[in-house]
């Protein structure tokens, strides 16, 4: 883990090509310091002509059961229906699992799809699928990885896209007002991710980063324990104890001597900006504003309460925090493991046996807290239509329950909620069939997702084809 004090700290006449690159060394926060400060160095001037500025994505790693959640069905056999029943929402004809009473009561706010589907069953190619749009360079844990190259996520896209200088492809004017990656409140990247990385049998998920569009478009992530201690910087961006903002500013003039060293390597693109990002560092170690956007305990209890104390509910009103700041991507992650903790994970939705009892008592009781007061909280501040919230795992579970008491995994059919950012509200698209087990109209793509993501910010993904990484859906654009 790289620690900037400590590297400051250092007698100029030694340093040497390697400790300039350990300045990079961050990899297990999702996102060198270089990469990360050089999306903020790159950014220039883009203009939306979509009503959202910002997206935060609930990633429902596991795969949630649509059955229990958007996608009852109260008439099929006992064998697929289950336990629960369907109520009524705010939305006429709109019926949702009688374990989600809250989110019946603001249907108006969000948009259900119930026609989502794939191809790919197994958790970490379904990941890669949902978060990427493609199947390329995915990998079952102990298999052999799909052919290509893996795609980047749709963070990524977003943050890529939103650092394209007016006047060329990537560029999209319309009526918003221009926003600067550079401009925004606080000192952050354009893509944050809460909570660990996504894994399952030990293999994390390919398509969580920027691949081909480079570490600078990766996720800068956070990991804290919500209920405990609180989110905070990483240590690479913390002082050190006898390290005060004095005499970060004296190492700081030390520092500005290292480009008298080692002309020769300073001439690359990427070393000649190493001072600068440095620099950057240096104001994110002393900025306030970033700092107290991490700062939980500064919410009245009252609002903490109504997001509920659970490490999900907490991560919900740090992704409404960084929104407010500016931040355009925020991806909230339910938890690392796919599998539940009865299985070894941390908390996923896979849940092979004993779904009902889990559903009933956990899952659905965090999930139905959080968003709703997370969509409320978002249109008392007037963000809601300015900002895309999207909650979706990488697949739903299957129509036929278990001999175990659970529903196996199912991409073949299932269900998505959409909200703000332009997406109207009190409406339902597509649906499926008797028993929920495949598209009956209307069916979407995770890549279509992700091109209405696009849509939404008024990025033009045509831009991402001179990178190779082009999507080849269309947005739906009757969400809007």
Same mark, same amino acid.
């Given at each position: 883990?790289?620690?900037?004090?400590?590297?400051?700290?250092?007698?100029?006449?030694?340093?040497?090509?390697?400790?300039?690159?350990? &300045?990079?060394? @961050?990899?297990?926060?999702?996102?060198?310091? %270089?990469?990360?400060?050089?999306?903020?160095?790159?950014?220039?001037?883009?203009?939306?002509?979509?009503?959202?500025?910002? #997206?935060?994505?609930?990633? !429902?790693?596991?795969?949630?059961?649509?059955?229990?959640?958007?996608?009852?069905?109260?008439?099929?056999?006992?064998? &697929?229906?289950?336990?629960?029943? /369907?109520?009524? =929402?705010? =939305?006429?004809?709109?019926? $949702?699992?009688?374990?989600?009473?809250?989110?019946?009561?603001?249907?108006?706010?969000? @948009?259900?799809?119930?026609?989502?589907?794939?191809?790919?069953?197994?958790?970490?190619?379904?990941?890669?699928?949902?978060?990427?749009?493609?199947?390329?360079?995915?990998?079952?844990?102990?298999?052999?990885?799909?052919?290509?190259?893996?795609?980047?996520?749709?963070?990524?896209?977003?943050?890529?896209?939103?650092?394209?200088?007016?006047?060329?492809?990537?560029?999209?004017?319309?009526?918003?007002?221009?926003?600067?990656? /550079?401009?925004?409140?606080?000192?952050?990247?354009?893509?944050?991710?809460?909570?660990?990385?996504?894994?399952?049998?030990?293999?994390?998920?390919?398509? +969580?980063?920027?691949?081909?569009?480079?570490?600078?478009?990766?996720?800068?992530?956070?990991?804290?324990?919500?209920?405990?201690?609180?989110?905070?910087?990483?240590?690479?961006?913390?002082? +050190?104890?006898?390290?005060? #903002?004095?005499?970060?500013?004296?190492?700081?003039?030390? *520092?500005?001597?290292?480009?008298?060293?080692?002309?020769?390597?300073?001439?690359? /693109?990427?070393?000649?900006?190493?001072?600068?990002?440095?620099?950057?560092?240096?104001?994110?170690? =002393?900025?306030?504003?970033?700092?107290?956007?991490?700062?939980?305990?500064?919410? %009245?209890?009252?609002?903490?309460?109504?997001?509920?104390? =659970?490490?999900?509910? +907490? /991560?919900?009103?740090?992704?409404?925090?960084?929104?407010?700041?500016?931040?355009?991507?925020?991806?909230?992650?339910?938890?690392?493991?796919?599998?539940?903790?009865?299985?070894?994970?941390?908390?996923?939705?896979?849940?092979?046996?004993? *779904?009902?009892?889990?559903?009933?008592?956990?899952? @659905?009781? $965090?999930?139905?807290?959080?968003?709703?007061?997370?969509?409320?909280?978002?249109?008392?501040?007037?963000?809601?239509?300015?900002?895309?919230? !999207?909650?979706?795992?990488?697949?739903?579970?299957?129509?036929?329950?278990?001999?175990?008491?659970?529903?196996?995994?199912?991409?073949?059919?299932?269900?998505?909620?959409?909200?703000?950012?332009?997406?109207?509200?009190?409406?339902?698209?597509?649906?499926?069939?008797?028993?929920?087990?495949?598209?009956?109209?209307?069916?979407?793509?995770? +890549?279509?997702? $992700?091109?209405?993501?696009?849509?939404?910010?008024?990025?033009?993904? $045509?831009?991402?084809?001179?990178?190779?990484?082009?999507?080849?859906?269309?947005? #739906?654009?009757?969400?809007?």
């Amino acid at each position: 883990m790289l620690n900037v004090a400590r590297f400051l700290a250092r007698d100029c006449q030694r340093v040497t090509r390697r400790s300039l690159l350990q &300045i990079g060394a @961050c990899g297990s926060l999702g996102l060198s310091l %270089p990469g990360f400060l050089a999306a903020r160095a790159d950014a220039a001037t883009a203009a939306s002509a979509g009503r959202a500025r910002s #997206v935060i994505l609930l990633w !429902l790693w596991g795969g949630p059961s649509h059955h229990e959640t958007w996608d009852p069905k109260p008439d099929a056999a006992a064998k &697929i229906r289950g336990p629960f029943g /369907s109520i009524p =929402t705010r =939305t006429l004809g709109l019926h $949702i699992s009688e374990l989600l009473p809250r989110l019946a009561g603001v249907s108006e706010k969000y @948009c259900v799809i119930r026609s989502m589907r794939h191809d790919q069953k197994d958790h970490n190619v379904g990941g890669t699928v949902a978060l990427t749009g493609h199947v390329f360079g995915a990998k079952a844990s102990g298999a052999v990885p799909f052919p290509g190259t893996v795609r980047p996520s749709m963070g990524s896209l977003v943050s890529w896209l939103k650092s394209k200088p007016a006047g060329t492809a990537g560029f999209q004017a319309g009526p918003s007002r221009q926003t600067r990656v /550079s401009d925004l409140r606080g000192e952050w990247p354009p893509f944050l991710a809460i909570g660990p990385m996504s894994k399952v049998s030990g293999e994390f998920v390919r398509g +969580q980063g920027a691949g081909i569009l480079g570490a600078a478009r990766d996720p800068f992530r956070f990991e804290g324990d919500a209920l405990g201690d609180g989110f905070k910087l990483p240590d690479g961006f913390t002082l +050190q104890a006898d390290l005060n #903002v004095k005499r970060l500013d004296d190492r700081k003039q030390l *520092l500005a001597r290292i480009d008298r060293v080692d002309r020769e390597f300073e001439a690359t /693109s990427a070393t000649r900006r190493v001072d600068e990002f440095n620099a950057q560092a240096m104001s994110m170690l =002393t900025s306030p504003a970033a700092k107290k956007a991490l700062d939980l305990t500064s919410e %009245p209890a009252a609002v903490r309460d109504r997001y509920g104390r =659970t490490q999900f509910g +907490q /991560s919900c009103i740090l992704a409404r925090r960084l929104v407010e700041s500016g931040v355009p991507f925020v991806q909230v992650n339910w938890s690392g493991d796919a599998e539940d903790e009865q299985q070894g994970g941390d908390g996923g939705w896979d849940l092979h046996y004993r *779904l009902f009892e889990r559903m009933h008592e956990r899952y @659905c009781p $965090i999930f139905d807290r959080a968003v709703p007061a997370l969509l409320a909280d978002l249109e008392r501040r007037g963000l809601l239509d300015s900002t895309l919230v !999207l909650a979706m795992g990488e697949f739903g579970r299957s129509p036929q329950i278990s001999s175990l008491g659970g529903r196996e995994h199912w991409p073949f059919g299932y269900s998505m909620m959409l909200a703000g950012g332009g997406i109207r509200g009190g409406q339902v698209y597509g649906s499926s069939d008797r028993d929920g087990g495949a598209p009956n109209d209307r069916p979407v793509h995770p +890549q279509n997702i $992700i091109a209405t993501t696009l849509e939404a910010l008024g990025l033009n993904r $045509i831009a991402l084809n001179e990178m190779g990484v082009g999507l080849d859906a269309e947005p #739906v654009f009757e969400l809007f």
